[in-house]
């Protein structure tokens, strides 16, 4: 083993312990969805506060993003489906938004604030992962990224933004390697700005 993959501080290769970590994810997952399960076919009928308190916080939230003409729901679209494990799609939202008849300048300004809270979020999470991705993954692998990312970083999240390309998932794995921050936010916020005038400006002028 060459000294550049024999640092053991920074990687495990006890193939036995990624193992574990792979069944202890599948094992979290799947209690996460059993319980989902669970609270929406069983616990949400109940009558108490505690549920009762979820349930209103779950209508609110869902009756203000099904109404596209709404701010607040605006802001939870983004801020909550700009999370990389909540696939939304922000370009249809954005669109509807508009037809619905928010002003195209605070729509834009209410979905960057939505989008840096939620990619934050996303960054944070991966940073706090990244031991556990380092375990999961082989140190060549690993390296092979990292230099990829940080050769072509700014141009890929700029263009991640920019197009309809998975942007949310891309902000958690920048996490994991510590990506730069402010490159990470200045190229972001440039890309999803851009794609907001442009799609902005199509709906009014073109479409």
Do not use: C, W
Request: proline fraction near 3%; charge should be positive.
């Amino acid at each position: 083993m060459t000294n550049q993959y024999n640092n053991n501080t920074i990687f495990e290769y006890n193939y036995g312990k990624k193992i574990r970590f792979i069944v202890y994810l599948l094992i979290a997952t799947i209690l996460i969805v059993g319980f989902s399960a669970y609270y929406y076919f069983f616990l949400s009928k109940m009558d108490n506060f505690f549920v009762n308190t979820i349930n209103m916080v779950i209508s609110h939230v869902a009756s203000n993003i099904a109404d596209t003409g709404s701010y607040l729901g605006a802001f939870y679209t983004t801020a909550i489906g700009g999370i990389f494990f909540i696939p939304v799609p922000i370009e249809l939202t954005f669109l509807a938004s508009l037809r619905a008849g928010i002003p195209a300048i605070l729509l834009i300004f209410i979905y960057m604030i939505g989008l840096i809270l939620a990619y934050t979020l996303n960054y944070k999470i991966g940073e706090i992962f990244s031991e556990l991705s380092k375990k999961l993954i082989t140190p060549k692998k690993f390296y092979k990224i990292k230099v990829s990312v940080n050769k072509y970083g700014v141009i890929t999240i700029f263009l991640f933004n920019l197009l309809p390309l998975p942007a949310q998932p891309l902000s958690a794995i920048l996490g994991v390697f510590r990506y730069n921050k402010a490159k990470f936010y200045l190229s972001f916020i440039a890309g999803t700005l851009l794609k907001f005038i442009v799609m902005a400006v199509a709906y009014f002028y073109i479409l």
